[in-house]
Nanobody
């Protein structure tokens, strides 16, 4: 069983920055795509940003230019640098890892990000 462990959430003022990290408990050669989703109360879980093993990225329109996803394949870790945070970014952020065919999916336990003055 693979576990994804997230860290780095918390409370930040509007305009501030946070960096999330997610480490897999062991190497999974079949994992192709790693990234982040978020879920606010009453909403569905939505894509924030993902990155493939080769470094191709995809971002939600709402975070383009403010968030940066990166990955260290040697450490089985994915990061999310969040800048210029807004109150609407408040949500539980979940780490995700999946294979190319999306038939194997792993989720972290979630980390709360709150943007408020």
């Amino acid at each position: 069983q693979v576990h994804l462990v997230e860290s780095g959430g918390g409370l930040v003022q509007p305009g501030g920055s946070l960096r999330l990290s997610c480490a897999a408990s062991k190497s999974i050669p079949s994992i192709y795509r790693m990234g982040w989703y978020r879920q606010a109360p009453g909403n569905q879980r939505d894509l924030v940003a993902v990155i493939t093993k080769g470094g191709t990225t995809n971002y939600a329109d709402s975070v383009k230019g403010r968030f940066l996803v990166s990955r260290d394949n040697a450490k089985n870790t994915v990061y999310l640098q969040m800048n210029s945070l807004r109150p609407e970014d408040t949500a539980v952020y979940y780490c995700n890892a999946e294979n190319f065919a999306r038939t194997m999916k792993y989720w972290g336990q979630g980390t709360q990000v709150t943007v408020s003055s």
